[in-house]
């Protein structure tokens, strides 16, 4: 055995330490903007408001308390986190099965005209704006004039029919909805892109003996297409679900947070950068990781078997 | 009815003519196979059969009803024409099993599942897959998933079956056995089959009669014997088959005469539409030329032993012969040797 390395030129040989070598400075930049941020974190979430103190000295007497774990206490059962928790979970819903749904529509139609590429460019079109960018715009047109004005573009349009205004961003159960609506609109695009590549590597001859065998194009669609791109489906459902547990521009840019509308993530800044809770915050923190941590690794998983496939 | 004719069908791809004025008429129960080099037109052909494609010009008739025709703008879709389709990429579903993807078509048709079993288990019974129905296509083999594919089309007892060059993919043991089963399968049920290939083997042992297509143009339609032994014109004749071009001048009826650079031969051979004068070509089989006595004298430049035969390249004085030989005897190389033209053609010189 030892003779096939004596026959290796001496420059390609690597010994132990060399490889260490060419990762240390990536290591050393992860370390310090990505572990120690981390462990930081971890360790500000046990303390209280200023850090000056163990986390167990904010408890109040006659009240419940988690001990060191009285942040957590807060970020799990408050009644405002309980409200952001619910928030999240109709983003979830509602945004994961927006998109993917608009999405695989707007990619199998597209498929079929031949201005395909116009379509979708505009349809990715929104992905190229900034959030806030996109929650100013929307700010416009779901704007209400207590007055006699609109300059809200639906207002308008309500008002035209002499339908009464609707104050979309502060009803509500309207509120979520129209900020939900803005992330639909933001992130079709993307779900769009990755299902239309999908579709494009569906054998077109799968397709043709389908339809030979006397399936109409409703059958074809779902019971030939769409089991062959499911793993693509699960991987842009996971990925979305984890864009979706970090929406904090739109909602932050539109409402505040203001008016029930509240998520995790503006609760965690609101509650660093207002309340000066660091404590509080960096337990939500937490709190955020771990709910996405499922998600991750459900992803990491499919995307690893699809390369195993190749 | 299960007779397809084409008539005066074309169709072009962005200027390029990829059929051209192709008529042909396919009898009830009869396998005709589409022959021809790759980019002939042939598998655009099928798919025009099929549906996937429309002519550009001309018709498709199934019996006596129109499926497509490219001036009057009719058009019957795959999924109403009632064929069988095997391709050459097997096509079968990755995601369902042996048994769901042979009983597809039935299912389509709301077929009960009582019947279903019955029908698929036939299915599997006609191509030799009893006991395969829960496997999955990635457990397979490569021939083993054609003949899922075959089942898949002969299920509904289609009338007409287009296959496109479905032994392509299989190695050449397994692509014989299929030969022999296909066509097995296919006189037993009675079914019209047009089947593209590009292997002359394919066509000449599966065929009743052979569309020999090249550049869109269909050159020769007619029984492989025919083929091979009368070949209409001078590109069929190289493209079945080995065969000898050499120059030649048509001296009399029944007598042309070869120039071979060092002297002259008189051959005989059938002359044909030819006058006298006039220069030809003369086509000649290597299994048509005699060795051993003959008044014409070669030399061998290369002797192979391929077993059954022995393949020669004899030099008759300038011109070089391609010569198959019996294994019996061996002529080595270098040898002189007497040869005899046997059975010969004539096409006109080459054009260019």
Same mark, same amino acid.
């Given at each position: 055995?030892?003779?096939?390395?004596?026959?290796?030129?001496?420059?390609?040989?690597?010994?132990?330490?060399?490889?260490?070598?060419?990762?240390?400075?990536?290591?050393?930049?992860?370390?310090?903007?990505?572990?120690?941020?981390?462990?930081?974190?971890?360790?500000?979430?046990?303390?209280?408001?200023?850090?000056?103190?163990?986390?167990?000295?904010?408890?109040?007497?006659?009240?419940?308390?988690?001990?060191?774990?009285?942040?957590?206490?807060?970020?799990?059962?408050?009644?405002?986190?309980?409200?952001?928790?619910?928030?999240?979970?109709?983003?979830?819903?509602?945004?994961?099965?927006?998109?993917?749904?608009?999405?695989?529509?707007?990619?199998?139609?597209?498929?079929?005209?031949?201005?395909?590429?116009?379509?979708?460019?505009?349809?990715?079109?929104?992905?190229?704006?900034?959030?806030?960018?996109?929650?100013?715009?929307?700010?416009?047109?779901?704007?209400?004039?207590?007055?006699?004005?609109?300059?809200?573009?639906?207002?308008?349009?309500?008002?035209?029919?002499?339908?009464?205004?609707?104050?979309?961003?502060?009803?509500?159960?309207?509120?979520?909805?129209?900020?939900?609506?803005?992330?639909?609109?933001?992130?079709?695009?993307?779900?769009?892109?990755?299902?239309?590549?999908?579709?494009?590597?569906?054998?077109?001859?799968?397709?043709?003996?389908?339809?030979?065998?006397?399936?109409?194009?409703?059958?074809?669609?779902?019971?030939?297409?769409?089991?062959?791109?499911?793993?693509?489906?699960?991987?842009?459902?996971?990925?979305?679900?984890?864009?979706?547990?970090?929406?904090?521009?739109?909602?932050?840019?539109?409402?505040?947070?203001?008016?029930?509308?509240?998520?995790?993530?503006?609760?965690?800044?609101?509650?660093?950068?207002?309340?000066?809770?660091?404590?509080?915050?960096?337990?939500?923190?937490?709190?955020?990781?771990?709910?996405?941590?499922?998600?991750?690794?459900?992803?990491?998983?499919?995307?690893?078997?699809?390369?195993?496939?190749? | 009815?299960?007779?397809?004719?084409?008539?005066?069908?074309?169709?072009?791809?962005?200027?390029?003519?990829?059929?051209?004025?192709?008529?042909?008429?396919?009898?009830?129960?009869?396998?005709?196979?589409?022959?021809?080099?790759?980019?002939?037109?042939?598998?655009?052909?099928?798919?025009?059969?099929?549906?996937?494609?429309?002519?550009?010009?001309?018709?498709?008739?199934?019996?006596?009803?129109?499926?497509?025709?490219?001036?009057?703008?009719?058009?019957?879709?795959?999924?109403?024409?009632?064929? @069988?389709?095997?391709?050459?990429?097997?096509?079968?579903?990755?995601?369902?099993?042996?048994?769901?993807?042979?009983?597809?078509?039935?299912?389509?048709?709301?077929?009960?599942? @009582?019947?279903?079993?019955?029908?698929?288990?036939?299915?599997?019974?006609?191509?030799?897959?009893? @006991?395969?129905?829960?496997?999955?296509?990635?457990?397979?083999?490569?021939?083993?998933?054609?003949?899922?594919?075959?089942?898949?089309?002969?299920?509904?007892?289609?009338?007409?079956?287009?296959?496109?060059?479905?032994?392509?993919?299989?190695?050449?043991?397994?692509?014989?056995?299929?030969?022999?089963?296909?066509?097995?399968?296919?006189?037993?049920?009675?079914?019209?089959?047009?089947?593209?290939?590009?292997?002359?083997?394919?066509?000449?042992?599966?065929?009743?009669?052979?569309?020999?297509?090249?550049?869109?143009?269909?050159?020769?339609?007619?029984?492989?014997?025919?083929?091979?032994?009368?070949?209409?014109?001078?590109?069929?004749?190289?493209?079945?088959?080995?065969?000898?071009?050499?120059?030649?001048?048509?001296?009399?009826?029944?007598?042309?005469?070869?120039?071979?650079?060092? @002297?002259?031969?008189?051959?005989?051979?059938?002359?044909?539409?030819?006058?006298?004068?006039?220069?030809?070509?003369?086509?000649?089989?290597?299994?048509?030329?005699?060795?051993?006595?003959?008044?014409?004298?070669?030399?061998?430049?290369?002797?192979?032993?391929?077993?059954?035969?022995?393949?020669?390249?004899?030099?008759?004085?300038?011109?070089?012969?391609?010569?198959?030989?019996?294994?019996?005897?061996?002529?080595?190389?270098?040898?002189?040797?007497?040869?005899?033209?046997?059975?010969?053609?004539?096409?006109?010189?080459?054009?260019?």
């Amino acid at each position: 055995m030892s003779s096939v390395d004596d026959r290796v030129p001496k420059i390609m040989k690597q010994g132990r330490v060399a490889p260490w070598l060419y990762v240390t400075p990536a290591l050393i930049v992860m370390s310090f903007f990505i572990v120690y941020p981390m462990i930081s974190t971890v360790l500000l979430s046990f303390r209280n408001a200023d850090s000056t103190l163990p986390a167990s000295a904010a408890c109040v007497a006659g009240q419940p308390c988690w001990g060191i774990f009285e942040n957590y206490r807060y970020a799990l059962t408050s009644s405002i986190m309980l409200t952001a928790f619910r928030n999240n979970l109709l983003w979830i819903l509602l945004m994961v099965s927006g998109t993917v749904a608009m999405g695989l529509l707007i990619a199998v139609l597209a498929d079929r005209v031949r201005y395909e590429k116009t379509a979708k460019a505009i349809i990715f079109l929104p992905m190229a704006i900034s959030f806030v960018g996109a929650g100013v715009i929307w700010k416009f047109m779901y704007d209400y004039g207590s007055g006699k004005i609109q300059i809200g573009l639906l207002n308008a349009i309500l008002k035209t029919v002499e339908a009464p205004a609707v104050s979309w961003l502060t009803q509500p159960g309207i509120n979520i909805l129209a900020l939900i609506v803005v992330g639909i609109w933001m992130w079709t695009g993307f779900c769009m892109t990755i299902l239309a590549a999908a579709l494009k590597g569906v054998p077109t001859e799968i397709l043709e003996a389908a339809r030979v065998d006397g399936a109409t194009e409703w059958r074809v669609f779902w019971r030939i297409i769409l089991p062959v791109i499911m793993p693509t489906i699960a991987v842009v459902i996971t990925t979305m679900i984890i864009n979706v547990l970090k929406i904090f521009d739109i909602v932050y840019v539109m409402t505040g947070g203001n008016y029930g509308t509240e998520v995790i993530a503006n609760r965690m800044y609101l509650e660093m950068y207002s309340s000066f809770q660091s404590g509080r915050a960096t337990a939500i923190a937490i709190v955020l990781i771990v709910v996405i941590i499922p998600a991750m690794i459900y992803n990491i998983r499919r995307f690893q078997e699809q390369e195993a496939m190749r | 009815m299960s007779e397809v004719r084409l008539v005066n069908v074309t169709k072009t791809f962005d200027a390029v003519a990829a059929v051209r004025n192709l008529s042909v008429t396919i009898r009830d129960g009869e396998f005709v196979s589409l022959l021809g080099p790759s980019g002939c037109g042939k598998t655009t052909t099928l798919r025009m059969i099929a549906g996937f494609e429309r002519p550009d010009q001309g018709e498709i008739y199934f019996g006596d009803e129109v499926v497509s025709s490219g001036e009057k703008n009719i058009f019957l879709p795959p999924e109403k024409r009632k064929l @069988g389709m095997v391709f050459q990429s097997y096509a079968v579903w990755p995601h369902m099993s042996v048994f769901d993807n042979v009983a597809y078509p039935l299912r389509v048709i709301k077929m009960n599942r @009582g019947e279903v079993k019955e029908t698929v288990d036939h299915a599997l019974s006609l191509v030799k897959l009893e @006991g395969l129905g829960s496997r999955y296509p990635h457990q397979l083999s490569g021939g083993q998933q054609q003949r899922v594919a075959l089942a898949r089309a002969l299920v509904m007892e289609p009338e007409v079956m287009l296959l496109d060059e479905p032994l392509s993919n299989l190695d050449a043991k397994l692509r014989e056995e299929m030969r022999f089963e296909i066509k097995d399968l296919q006189k037993r049920l009675g079914i019209t089959v047009i089947y593209v290939t590009h292997d002359q083997a394919e066509a000449m042992v599966m065929s009743d009669r052979t569309v020999v297509m090249n550049e869109g143009l269909a050159y020769q339609i007619d029984e492989p014997r025919k083929i091979y032994e009368q070949p209409a014109d001078r590109f069929v004749a190289d493209f079945i088959g080995l065969i000898n071009f050499v120059e030649c001048e048509v001296i009399d009826e029944r007598t042309v005469l070869l120039k071979d650079g060092t @002297g002259v031969h008189k051959v005989e051979c059938g002359i044909g539409d030819f006058n006298k004068g006039e220069r030809a070509v003369l086509a000649i089989r290597p299994e048509n030329v005699s060795l051993g006595a003959g008044p014409i004298r070669g030399t061998i430049k290369r002797a192979v032993y391929l077993g059954n035969v022995l393949d020669y390249r004899i030099m008759m004085g300038k011109i070089e012969l391609r010569v198959q030989g019996e294994a019996g005897v061996i002529y080595n190389e270098g040898e002189e040797i007497d040869l005899a033209i046997g059975r010969c053609l004539l096409f006109p010189p080459q054009a260019c």
